[in-house]
């Protein structure tokens, strides 16, 4: 018997727990259905954040750079017979 309490106590504070979450929830203003769709969704990957311009030039030219580089070093590590099809 002390074992099947231990599983309904343990149950009793999960519950607890999200009752308390919920509670908070709503008192700083915040939505539980817009809370839940948005994580639905971003969970789907549906939602995403757009990434910021800045950030995507930067990266996409950092790589680009890189690219090239590589392309050289891979160039030189090429047999004879390679370089001579290109």
């Known amino acids: 018997m002390g074992h099947s309490l231990g599983i309904q106590y343990a149950g009793v504070s999960v519950m607890f727990?999200?009752?308390?979450?919920?509670?908070?929830?709503?008192?700083?203003?915040?939505?539980?259905?817009?809370?839940?769709?948005?994580?639905?969704?971003?969970?789907a990957g549906y939602l995403r954040a757009r990434p910021n311009p800045w950030l995507e030039g930067t990266l996409r030219?950092?790589?680009?750079?890189?690219?090239?580089e590589l392309a050289v070093?891979?160039?030189?590590?090429?047999?004879a017979r390679d370089r001579d099809r290109r």
């Open 17 to 43: 727990g999200i009752a308390f979450l919920t509670l908070w929830l709503l008192v700083t203003g915040h939505s539980i259905r817009n809370l839940s769709a948005r994580a639905m969704i971003s969970i």
């Open 61 to 68: 030219a950092a790589f680009a750079e890189f690219d090239r």
């Open 73 to 79: 070093i891979l160039e030189d590590r090429l047999p």
